[in-house]
T-cell receptor, first 109, second 115 residues
Framework: GQNIDQPTEMTATEGAIVQINCTYQTSGFNGLFWYQQHAGEAPTFLSYNVLDGLEEKGRFSSFLSRSKGYSYLLLKELQMKDSASYLC??????????WGAGTKLIIKP | ETGVTQTPRHLVMGMTNKKSLKCEQH?????MYWYKQSAKKPLELMFV???????ENNSVPSRFSPECPNSSHLFLHLHTLQPEDSALYLC??????????????FGPGTRLTVT
C-alpha cells in the first residue's frame, strides 16, 4: 500500500529552528509537496521537490532523498505565525497526490 | 486569497436533508478536486474532474454526488448523510499537464456537521 508518515505534533520556540520529517512509500514518484495549513484555513503551497537535495526559499527549506524515501521541511527564525499544520504529499506514478496526516507545529514565545 | 472560493463555509444538516456545496475557481485551471479532511487523518481524495470529465472516484458512497458544469465550477450534492460524514470538505484546482508538478490551490473549505 501507499503510505506517508510524519509526526503528529511538534513544539518549538520562537526564533529557533525546527525540522519536520516525512517518510513515504508510494507506487512511483513524481515529486513531493509541502503545504501549510493554518487552523480553519485552506492549505497553501510551500515547496516542491523532485530531485535529491535541498531547496531553499527564504526562511523555509525542503530536502529530498529519493533513495531513502525521505524529506524534511526546515523552518528557520520561527515566528508565532508559523504555528500551523504542515502537510507532506507525494505525487505517485499516476500523478495522484498521496497525503500525510499533517504535523501540527506549536510555536511558544 | 487563493482564487478558489467555497460556499457555504459552515453547514449543519440532518441525516434526511439534501444540501449542496459549491466551489468556484478563478485561476483558469483545467482540473478540480473534492477532498474530505477529518481530524488527524490524511486528506482523502473524493473526486477529480479534468476538463469537466470525472476521472477519479475513490469509492465514495453514493450519498455524495459531484457535478462539474464547467471548468470553473464544482458542486458536491449531499443526501441522507451519516454523522461520520461530518468533516471539512475542501475543493482544489490545478493546471493538469502530467509533468508531475501539479500544484493544487485550495479553497477555505466547508465545515460540515451532520446531526
Amino acid at each position: 500500500g501507499q503510505n506517508i508518515d510524519q509526526p503528529t505534533e511538534m513544539t518549538a520556540t520562537e526564533g529557533a529552528i525546527v525540522q519536520i520529517n516525512c517518510t513515504y512509500q508510494t507506487s512511483g514518484f513524481n515529486g513531493l509537496f509541502w503545504y501549510q495549513q493554518h487552523a480553519g484555513e485552506a492549505p497553501t503551497f510551500l515547496s516542491y521537490n523532485v530531485l535529491d537535495g535541498l531547496e531553499e526559499k527564504g526562511r523555509f527549506s525542503s530536502f529530498l532523498s529519493r533513495s531513502k524515501g525521505y524529506s524534511y521541511l526546515l523552518l528557520k527564525e520561527l515566528q508565532m505565525k508559523d504555528s500551523a499544520s504542515y502537510l507532506c504529499a507525494v505525487s505517485d506514478s499516476n500523478y495522484q497526490l498521496i497525503w500525510g496526516a499533517g504535523t501540527k507545529l506549536i510555536i511558544k514565545p | 486569497e487563493t482564487g478558489v472560493t467555497q460556499t457555504p463555509r459552515h453547514l449543519v444538516m440532518g441525516m434526511t436533508n439534501k444540501k449542496s456545496l459549491k466551489c468556484e475557481q478563478h485561476l483558469g485551471h483545467n482540473a478540480m478536486y473534492w477532498y474530505k479532511q477529518s481530524a488527524k487523518k490524511p486528506l482523502e481524495l473524493m473526486f477529480v474532474y479534468s476538463l469537466e470529465e470525472r476521472v477519479e472516484n475513490n469509492s465514495v458512497p453514493s450519498r455524495f454526488s459531484p457535478e462539474c458544469p464547467n471548468s470553473s465550477h464544482l458542486f458536491l450534492h449531499l443526501h441522507t448523510l451519516q454523522p461520520e460524514d461530518s468533516a471539512l470538505y475542501l475543493c482544489a484546482s490545478s493546471q493538469e499537464d502530467n509533468r508531475g508538478y501539479d500544484e493544487q490551490y485550495f479553497g477555505p473549505g466547508t465545515r460540515l456537521t451532520v446531526t
